[in-house]
Structures are given as C-alpha cells and as structure tokens.
C-alpha cells in the first residue's frame, strides 16, 4: 500500500529496507501496473527485464550502453548514467544499495535522477537490509522498512512445509500447542529462512522436531551482529 500511494504521487526516488530482497521485489512487480517497465539491477547480475516492457528495456538500455547483453551492465556508475534514458514510467529496482552509497559518483547520479525521474512517473527503488543514507541524499529518499512475518504468515509457512511431509510419511496432525511453539520459534525470521529453517527441522521418523527448529534459529540469529 506504501509502494503504491508513493507510485501515485510520482515519488522518485525510494528506499526499503527489506530481509529478503527478492521476495520484495517479486511482490511490487506484481504490485505495479503492468504497464509500467520493471528492470532489476545487481553488481553480480548486472540489469534483468522482471517483465516483458522491462526485458525490451533493457535490451535497447545495453545497447545503448555499447552491449547486446544488459548482464554485462555491472557498473553502477554507468548504469545509473544510463537510467536517465529509461522510458517513463519505468520501475529500477536496485539490490544491495548500501554499497553505492561509498561511491561518490553513485551518490551524485542517484541525485541526478530525482527531478528527472520525478518529471514522467520513474521510479527508483534502492534495497537492502539495512540502509544507511548518505547525507547528501537523505532528504530526497523516502524510506520504508519492510515488516518480518507475523505469526498468520509463519503459520502458513510452517503448514506448507509440514502437512505436503505429513502425507508422505504418514504423520499426524501438529497440536495448538505445537503450531505455537514452532511459530514462536520461527519469529523474528525474514519468510525464505523460516521456510528453510522449518524444512530442515522435520525428521523422517519424528515429524518435526522442536529442538532442532529452536537451535537453527538461534544459529540464524547469532549471525546478526549486536
């Protein structure tokens, strides 16, 4: 809803701050109109079309970036050069954010796309898990944070890995009391690693085994520094 109330005023420039990038990603293309070209960016995967007006879009942005294959548009600095010619209304969504903001020249051709992106309905969506905005860019950014999964969505979650297990080898339904111990223990997790998390801790023989559940949380969450 905060995605596109922003959309609908023609916010430039957005930040999220999300434990799962992919996740979030995959939800706003669906979110946007499908109108609007939505092209994803990464320093591994370079520039990625996430549908058919983004993939044309980003053909013709390689090309007009001196390649046939807009993977090859790992530079950020040109990259974000080259968002100036993106068509408007036009979705950039870009991963792991915080790393350009070291970058002066990045900082600067972010701020370049504010008036420009702002004057057609573009978008630019900066994404990570925590974003620190450098101060030459604070008052342009609108900063959303995205929410871990409540205890609905952790229940579905747990069901989906649980009961397909459950047919197969023939175990019985979770008690309340056990829905509720797994849910407390999946709490606090982005959806991937919880769904990973509660897949791992199902035994062939027992179903699903609290301990284990428990002990691999604990393991994801020392992983966090603080």
Known sequence: ?????????????????????????????????GDRPCLRWDLSGGLTGLNESGRGEAEAIAKEGGTEKPEQLT???ELLALALRFQPKSILYICNAGY??????????IANLRDQYK????????????LKLPAELQNDIVLFEEEYPGEAELREILLSVYLPAAEKYSWPALTAKQEENAIDALRGLPAFLAEQIAA?????ERGLDLDALWQRKIKAIEQTPG
């Open 75 to 77: 530079n950020a600095g």
């Open 200 to 204: 791992m801790s199902l035994d062939k």
């Open 100 to 109: 350009l903001f070291d970058n002066p020249v990045c900082v600067q051709a």
């Open 119 to 130: 004057s057609n309905k573009r978008c630019l969506v900066l994404l990570g898990g925590v």
């Open 1 to 33: 809803k905060q995605f596109n109330a922003a959309l609908r005023v023609s916010t430039p420039l957005i930040g999220i701050e999300t434990p799962d990038q992919g996740a979030t990603i995959a939800l706003l293309v669906r979110a946007a109109n």
